[in-house]
């Protein structure tokens, strides 16, 4: 069996050893139910109109039995400085190359990072790069072309937590506003089109947890597990439907772990 997931860097995040990441235990526990080989193809995916014609390009080349969709808050809720600016800055690019002369081991240069990172949103500005709104329509036109393909199964991760690079109670608050919007938003089109939605309640209370990297952006190993064990319960019920054996409620919803 195939799965194709369109998630993010957090798939890909090196400080997470690949046999602890979600996709890994989520395959592996759909290997054990199944008796079947499991094979994970991991891309990541960033909003734009062309993203319909890719990933219909992908489930074309790579013929996947499941597709997960991960709507990502980083899309929508994470207020930041322009990649321009973020890339061109040149105390950035000097403390970067000093790091690295250094030989500052990864975790301190992350924080390092997140700290130079902050420093620019408070001298520069930002914003966030996609209104919910428009996550929501991508979102569908995504959903419905995947289901053009009667072979395929998707499911869909909703935003978790309000990501935020400077935590104030006004950052968190519109943060965690703009997340439920999308949040509600998809599960309502989940719902329509009979997909299997997982979906957190409590953004606040996720962020509360800190299940974060060095880097403070992607999800440590303990987040992993639980996201693994969320994924493996929605792929189990979708492999037995698919094998006739049980059947997904419409718009079934999995509530995330706290």
């Not at 207020?79 to 002369?101: E, F, M, Q």
């Not at 608050?173 to 999308?182: M, N, P, S, T």
């Not at 997982?198 to 403070?216: E, I, P, Q």
Request: charged share 30%; net charge positive; hydrophobic share 45%.
């Amino acid at each position: 069996m195939i799965v194709l997931r369109l998630t993010s860097s957090v798939d890909t995040f090196p400080e997470i050893p690949e046999e602890e990441r979600s996709f890994r235990i989520s395959a592996r526990a759909l290997e054990e139910a199944s008796g079947e080989p499991v094979e994970t193809i991991v891309r990541t995916v960033w909003p734009s109109e062309a993203l319909p014609d890719i990933i219909e390009n992908w489930i074309e080349r790579y013929r996947p039995d499941f597709v997960l969709f991960w709507v990502n808050p980083h899309w929508f809720t994470r207020i930041d400085v322009p990649l321009p600016t973020r890339s061109n800055n040149r105390a950035l690019r000097v403390a970067g190359r000093l790091a690295k002369r250094a030989g500052i081991k990864k975790q301190l240069a992350a924080r390092a990072g997140r700290v130079r990172r902050r420093w620019l949103l408070w001298r520069l500005g930002g914003s966030e790069a996609f209104e919910p709104d428009a996550v929501v329509k991508l979102t569908e036109t995504c959903l419905r072309r995947i289901l053009r393909h009667e072979e395929v199964m998707p499911f869909v991760r909703g935003p978790m937590y309000p990501a935020v690079i400077v935590e104030t109670r006004s950052a968190i608050a519109r943060a965690e506003a703009r997340r439920l919007v999308v949040d509600r938003g998809v599960n309502k089109i989940c719902g329509e089109l009979r997909i299997p939605y997982m979906r957190s309640t409590d953004g606040l209370g996720y962020l509360k947890r800190r299940l974060w990297a060095s880097d403070g952006i992607h999800q440590n190993a303990v987040a992993h597990a639980e996201m693994g064990a969320d994924e493996a319960q929605i792929l189990i019920r979708a492999w037995r439907e698919s094998r006739g054996l049980t059947a997904i409620e419409a718009g079934a919803t999995a509530s995330l772990r706290r």
